[in-house]
């Protein structure tokens, strides 16, 4: 339990409780305001943060499954949250927030704490998040709390572009070509960085429909995938962007040939855009971007836990965007 303190009284927090898929209303006012304000305090007064899609709340509560946490007040309203997902040994905390009354309280430490807990029963072996690298209070908050900055994830954006041929989609697979895909990419992905898991990212995006899963072949063998998300992120807009929240390839070599598969899956999809979240260390990588016409939309900062950092694979590709 978290005790909140403040000149003028405030109802009492306990949690964490196991977020619900009905207080999606409810966290999204928390999530709103509290951005809103921090966008506020960073000088960027007049943006208003707007509410998240209902399906994308859905897909992050259902993917944090037990780390899904929330903390409520005396009246039961939600006062804080965080959603805190494992992909095998692979972990991270994100969205997090807490009403803007309760900031400074004591009830953001535990919300971080309790995440790092989870994770770390979970057998989570890297442990991260991801912030505004702008506002200095927020990486001084988790570096107070053991973490570090690392790199800086870098969003670019491609226009649509139709291929010289369709894309190969794992939604549109028979049942048994679908589970000898995921199989694949299940092999691919140990190979790569041993202990990561994305398959259940995968599942229930198919299950919610809120993408695919383009997949890349080379002699009949998996050698590369990338989970993207269609839906629009943001509640009531139509699809803007296809977002790539994950990307795994055998070698950098075959980064071309993915740019093209996803750029036309976006253009089928109906969407004008595909938004790539590059690593700081894929360098090389995000020079052939540029070069390909990227444009730059966005930047997070990366930190890690004490003795929990990611580690760039030996060879080939792992993205992983620790955002929904």
Known sequence: MASARSWRPLPPVEGPFTARIEEIPALNVVFSDAFTERYRRDGMVGVRVPNLNPQVWRYAIEDAAGGAMVWRDARGDVVAFNMVHRSGVEGWMGPLAVRTEYQGTGVGKDVVERGVEWL?????????????????????????????????????????????????LLGRLGVRDH???????????????????????????????????????????????ALCHTAPLVEGRVREELRVLKLVLADES????????????????????????????????YRRLVGMGARVRWTDLRMSLAGHAETRPARGVVWSNWEI
């Open 120 to 168: 770390t029963r979970s057998g989570a072996q890297v442990i991260g998040l991801e912030t505004m690298p702008r506002t200095m209070d927020n990486i001084g908050f988790y570096s107070r709390l053991g973490f570090a900055p690392g790199r800086l994830t870098i969003t670019l954006t491609l226009d649509a572009a139709s291929g010289d041929r369709a894309p190969d």
């Open 254 to 285: 075959l980064m071309d040939a993915m740019v093209r598969s996803l750029r036309d899956y976006a253009r089928r999809s109906g969407t004008r855009s595909v938004a790539f979240r590059v690593q700081g260390e894929y360098d090389g990588l």
């Open 179 to 225: 589970e000898e895909a995921m199989a694949a990419t299940r092999t691919l992905l140990d190979g790569l960085a041993p202990g990561y898991d994305f398959s259940r990212e995968i599942e229930l995006t198919h299950a919610l429909s809120l993408g695919d899963t383009v997949l890349l072949h080379q002699d009949g063998e998996v050698v590369g995938f």
